[in-house]
């Protein structure tokens, strides 16, 4: 049935999600998103990727492409909400219907019903779409008596596509990653401790199209290397969901120390937080960013009451976008888990938020009062110097795990 010129691969088709509804800035978010698809298909091979009716074409021009990791990719790109593996065949009715029998064996298998939809992209072949559907729909039928078709409600849909050189059929779509395309969303710093919570925050974000740039703060030698290279792990984690990102890390040793000695106990993490919103919103100067990431959650500690929320917005010019605010702990593992941060999370590693944990936090604080706790201390000079401090690490997709 095939010939040497039949490709061998499948091509993938991405569908487009709130993408298509953009009015106006149609164009825009679709460039965007063929970009971003075109940069993570990097490392997997030779593609060609195009745009056709609200479906991205992804086609590989090379027989070695890695397609399980290209397919794993394109299911990771924000902006996508579904993607269909696709068969080539010859443009043939008997070779369509021979490649939908072999192809969709598993999805007869357990289908009650199905339809046939026919796309005609080739105006030349002898058939028009409903014709095509028709024929093809009814040797199917033949082939497998228990199948009703039923053209309304069916559970499988078999979709064939007569496009230039071959025709495709296609398999069922599986979910894609939802969301708007990277990059139209603007950028944000997005604060990354080696919780449970910021990937699962950073990444909400990332998948209404903003561009991240993380900070992570550390303490030496209170914590340890190996701390830091769990959070640019994590930081790994999310650029096959993101793309390669700078990690900036930002020595918070003296700061805390100087907290220690000069404030309140009880009042210790909320200047703590005080001064790591002013780094954050320092980096964020330098790159541009409109907005600060967190993955704060109402109530789940001290720091995260709405007062004490309200003692950190004190320092804030920027938004702070806190996604996670009225969710349970028991969602954020579950998507901590879907998108793939939950095991390097749990690894038991210091972060210096635990560090100096004082033992009666304050729940309840009045701002006076930790304006005039935290004026015991340079605040303009500490911030200066951690940021004197700062290095920053790309992490790319690429990247061998860390840990
Ligand atoms: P997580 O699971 O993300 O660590 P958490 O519930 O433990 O969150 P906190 O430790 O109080 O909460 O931190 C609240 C938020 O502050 C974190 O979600 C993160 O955005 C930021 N944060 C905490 N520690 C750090 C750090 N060392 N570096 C950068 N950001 C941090
Ligand atoms: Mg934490």
Request: net charge neutral.
């Amino acid at each position: 049935m095939t010939t040497d010129s039949m490709p061998k691969q499948d091509i993938f088709l991405l569908k487009l999600g709130e993408v298509v509804l953009k009015g106006q800035n149609r164009h825009s978010f679709e460039d965007k998103l063929v970009n971003n698809v075109r940069r993570r298909l990097k490392g997997c091979g030779s593609f060609q990727v195009y745009i056709r009716q609200s479906t991205i074409y992804v086609e590989p021009t090379m027989e070695n492409c890695d397609m399980e990791a290209a397919f794993a990719a394109c299911r990771q790109v924000f902006g996508v909400v579904a993607v269909a593996r696709a068969a080539p065949c010859e443009k043939t009715v008997a070779a369509i219907v021979e490649t939908a029998k072999t192809y969709l064996a598993d999805a007869f298998a357990t289908a009650h019903s199905f339809k046939v939809e026919s796309k005609r992209a080739d105006k030349t072949f002898h058939l028009n779409s409903i014709q095509l559907s028709q024929e093809v729909g009814g040797e199917l039928a033949e082939t497998f008596p228990n199948i009703t078709v039923d053209v309304h409600n069916p559970d499988l849909t078999v979709y064939v596509e007569i496009r230039e050189k071959y025709a495709y059929v296609h398999t069922p779509a599986v979910p894609g990653a939802g969301g708007l395309p990277i990059g139209m969303g603007g950028r944000a710093v997005s604060l990354l401790s080696g919780g449970l919570d910021s990937p699962v925050s950073s990444w909400m974000m990332a998948r209404r199209g903003v561009e991240l740039e993380m900070v992570h703060f550390v303490s030496p030698p209170y914590t340890s290397p190996q701390a830091q290279e769990k959070v640019l792990e994590l930081a790994r984690l999310l650029t096959g969901w993101c793309g390669r990102m700078m990690v900036h890390i930002i020595p918070f040793t003296h700061i805390q120390e100087e907290i220690r000695k000069n404030c309140p106990e009880e009042y210790f993490t909320l200047i703590m937080r005080r001064f790591m919103m002013r780094l954050a919103q320092a980096v964020a100067q330098r790159c541009k960013a409109g907005a600060l990431i967190t993955g704060e959650s109402l109530g789940q500690v001290a720091s995260q009451t709405m007062l004490a929320l309200g003692t950190t917005d004190d320092v804030c010019q920027i938004p702070v976008l806190r996604p996670l605010i009225g969710m349970d702990k028991v969602e954020i593992i579950r998507m901590a888990r879907q998108i793939g941060t939950y095991d390097t999370s749990i690894l038991p590693y210091e972060d210096c938020c635990t560090v100096f944990t004082p033992r009666h936090p304050c729940t309840r604080p009045k701002l006076e009062d930790v304006r005039a706790a935290e004026a015991a201390l340079d605040v303009d000079a500490l911030v200066a110097e951690a940021m004197e401090g700062r290095q920053w690490v790309w992490v790319k997709p690429g990247d061998a795990p860390r840990i």
